[in-house]
Structure formats: C-alpha cells, structure tokens
C-alpha cells in the first residue's frame, strides 16, 4: 500500500491550498481515509476524515468552515481543500487509510501513512 500526499508549500494567512493523497495497493472505497498533521515541536493531530462511500465526514474544530475532505474513488484520491488558512495551520499534513470509519480521530486506528507535505502559513 502507498499513500502520495501533494500540494503543500507557502502560502500567506487567508490563503487557499488543496492537498491531494493518491492512493494504491488497496481497494480505496472501502477505506476510510483521513488527514493529520503535525506542527513543529507539538503531537500530531487529527484534522479530518472522510468514510469510504464520501458521505460521511469528521473534523476537528478549528478547521470546521474552512477546510473540505472529499474524495474521488474511481481516481484513489483524497483531496483537503483548505481555505482561509492561518499561521497556527502551519504543519506537515499526513494522509492515512483506515478500514472504518471509527475512532477516527486516533491515530492508532490507521494501518497506513503517507509521507506526508508541508504545509506553511505566512502572517
């Protein structure tokens, strides 16, 4: 199984960015897949997951109205569209597969992890 996240770089506060996750290796509809990232000198967190069919979706507050998990399965993608980005999202985002859409926050629950982008927020 591979994981492929894109799309990170330097971008200014109220900025957009959309990272995507291409996926092989496992049969993508039927994992859920979610969004983590870690900040320098802090733990990772949870940021947002998405079931395997698209309709059901988990964030973490302080994303909730600015960023957008989807998916596209018939291309093994997960896209975050993140808007109105501020300095405190500055972190290295990670994409991960789980089996279900349970305890989706914890990172534990995941079998699988990409390598990860940085994202970077200018003030």
């Known amino acids: 199984v591979q994981l492929q996240a894109s799309g990170g770089g330097l971008v200014q506060a109220g900025g957009s960015l959309r990272l995507s996750c291409a996926a092989s290796g496992l049969t993508f509809s039927t994992y859920t897949m979610g969004w983590f990232r870690q900040a320098p000198g802090k733990e990772r967190e949870f940021v947002a997951a998405?079931?395997?069919?698209?309709?059901?979706?988990s964030y973490t507050n302080s994303v909730k109205g600015r960023f957008t998990i989807s998916r596209d399965n018939a291309k093994k993608t997960v896209y975050l569209q993140m808007n109105a980005l501020k300095p405190e999202d500055t972190a290295v985002y990670y994409c991960a597969a789980n089996r279900r859409f349970y305890n989706v926050e914890q990172g534990s629950e995941y079998g699988y992890w990409g390598q990860g982008t940085q994202v970077t927020v200018s003030s």
């Open positions: 998405i079931g395997g069919g698209g309709s059901i979706k």
